[in-house]
């Protein structure tokens, strides 16, 4: 794959059903790479949901799963001198953007949640990862992705405070989705959402309490988007630049 053509995207195309494509006579190949590629995955945020999806396939790969699988390698070839680059910041304040797309997994309708957290400038924590659940409305699949990085930020506020780099505000969760972000302000349970009282309690309490802030973002500036769905290949460079992951011999090497 060294010698192979670089890609401006790591995933192109429509969602993948485990039907697509002929199925691996040997799908050994498939699985090393595709773990290997998780770990790829903890420096590089911008692979992160096409990642997420050939990993929903290793039990059962086909001929197709393996091309997606391919392409991110070709992009990763391309994009071989990228990297995270942590550039200086005068407020250290943890803010998070949480995102999902509804339903769009064909074989089980199952949404996936995504969602990065910046401490300052720089994205300490990012995942991509298909609900548990089938979320019955887009509000509902967006409450469990702003519940996912509550709780990762709840999670940071300690570590930060174990490494005394406390931060100067409390931590903002940015979502896009006008209707999750009424349930998480609004005292009264809704009875559309008793189904999701665990995730609706967790994250309500913080906010009540003060020690979260959650608001909301344009659906333009959610970097959260390339970790939830496919985008064109300007939205993703974008998204990517805010990610702060960058052609690290133009900037210089550490």
């Not at 006579?25 to 290997?36: F, G, K, P, V």
């Amino acid at each position: 794959m060294s010698c192979a053509k670089s890609v401006p995207t790591p995933m192109v195309g429509s969602s993948f059903s485990k039907d697509d494509g002929d199925r691996l006579s040997d799908s050994t190949e498939y699985r090393s790479l595709t773990c290997a590629l998780q770990y790829v995955v903890l420096t590089s945020p911008d692979i992160a949901y096409a990642v997420n999806r050939i990993c929903q396939f290793i039990h059962t790969p086909t001929s197709v799963h393996l091309v997606a699988l391919k392409r991110i390698l070709r992009y990763l070839n391309g994009t071989i001198d990228y990297g995270l680059v942590v550039r200086p910041s005068d407020r250290l304040s943890l803010v998070g953007y949480a995102d999902a797309n509804w339903g769009l997994n064909f074989d089980d309708r199952h949404s996936t949640t995504g969602y990065c957290v910046y401490f300052g400038h720089m994205p300490i924590s990012w995942c991509s990862k298909k609900q548990s659940v089938v979320s019955r409305s887009t509000a509902e699949a967006e409450y469990r992705s702003l519940a996912a990085a509550t709780s990762e930020a709840t999670w940071l506020v300690l570590l930060l405070k174990e490494l005394h780099l406390q931060s100067v505000d409390q931590p903002t969760i940015w979502c896009d989705n006008s209707s999750a972000i009424a349930v998480a302000a609004n005292p009264v349970l809704h009875f559309k959402f008793k189904h999701v009282e665990l995730d609706l309690f967790f994250v309500r309490e913080k906010v009540a309490n003060g020690s979260l802030i959650v608001g909301e973002v344009p659906v333009c500036d959610q970097v959260a988007d390339i970790l939830t769905k496919l985008v064109s290949v300007t939205i993703f460079t974008r998204f990517r630049n805010v990610l702060q992951v960058f052609p690290v011999r133009q900037i210089g090497e550490c």
